[in-house]
């Protein structure tokens, strides 16, 4: 004890006899429901602004998902394009080259038969 003096308790004036005395002259469910409304007040505001705070994250990366699927489907119809371009090209020079092998067929000599 500081300075070697005894602590005197005086009956009747701690927290307990307190709350014990608000909770005779209210109610206990009048108690109870201020004590709810505090929770609601203070603790279970906090957890809604945590979770609105991970809400609103998830929002972001949902965008930045959409934003980044958005680009590959762009991507791959460039490569479709790109393919289709090649098909076009390759199917040209597929019809050159028979047609000049059609015409070195036909300019081809005939062998010679066999009777003359």
Do not use: C
């Amino acid at each position: 004890m500081p300075n070697g003096t005894p602590q005197v308790v005086v009956p009747g004036a701690g927290w307990v006899d307190m709350a014990s005395r608000v909770i005779v002259q209210v109610g206990f469910p009048v108690v109870v429901a201020g004590v709810l409304l505090w929770y609601l007040l203070f603790k279970f505001t906090g957890n809604v602004e945590v979770i609105t705070a991970r809400m609103a994250a998830n929002t972001d990366m949902a965008a930045k998902l959409v934003a980044f699927q958005e680009k590959m489907v762009a991507a791959q119809e460039n490569e479709f394009l790109e393919l289709h371009k090649q098909t076009v090209v390759l199917q040209e020079m597929s019809e050159r080259m028979n047609k000049l092998v059609a015409s070195a067929e036909r300019r081809r000599p005939s062998p010679p038969q066999e009777g003359q």
